[in-house]
């Protein structure tokens, strides 16, 4: 979805400036190598929740403690009734048999998901005036000045440039170094 992906980087962009921080941008799944991150921002789209990467990034996340701050950055993201529940259980939402969830099993999931949504979603949208950019650019660099570590979660899968091609499937993390 090329509007995630613009949508990730517009974000990064903003938090970068407004922090004067390295923001880095990771593809891969969250595995260990969280270092100085302690806070995940899981960028939710349209979609998010069906990708098996975000999914294992998620998991992954809080197996390792890192807080998770969900970002709505479209408004045609559908939180979970419980039709989506009962799919998740299902299998009918995420192949349990999908090698990017690993030994994740869909309970895991599951719960990964429960438990980001315990907290209200912050709103974020590139096509805010800039009063309003500027505002939300504000709110989420006072996160990140009060020593929170940021790695923004996408479901999104872009082109990379070269020196990424490496990269892959759909993370979007930003690491405040």
């Not at 100085?36 to 390792?64: D, E, H, I, M, Y």
Request: charged share 20%.
């Amino acid at each position: 979805d090329p509007e995630a992906v613009s949508t990730c980087q517009v974000l990064q962009l903003l938090l970068a400036q407004a922090t004067g921080a390295h923001v880095l941008v990771l593809e891969d799944v969250l595995e260990g190598n969280a270092c100085r991150t302690t806070t995940v921002v899981a960028v939710l789209t349209r979609g998010v929740l069906q990708n098996p990467t975000f999914a294992a990034s998620l998991c992954s996340a809080q197996a390792q403690g890192l807080g998770v701050v969900p970002v709505n950055c479209d408004s045609e993201f559908c939180f979970p009734a419980e039709a989506f529940w009962e799919a998740l259980q299902g299998g009918r939402i995420l192949d349990p048999a999908d090698p990017n969830l690993a030994e994740l099993s869909v309970k895991a999931v599951e719960a990964a998901y429960r438990m980001m949504f315990q907290d209200i979603a912050k709103v974020f949208s590139v096509r805010s005036s800039q009063r309003i950019l500027d505002a939300q650019q504000d709110h989420a660099a006072g996160e990140v000045r009060s020593g929170w570590s940021l790695r923004l979660e996408a479901g999104a899968e872009r082109q990379l440039p070269a020196e990424e091609a490496a990269a892959k499937d759909a993370m979007r993390p930003i690491e405040h170094v």
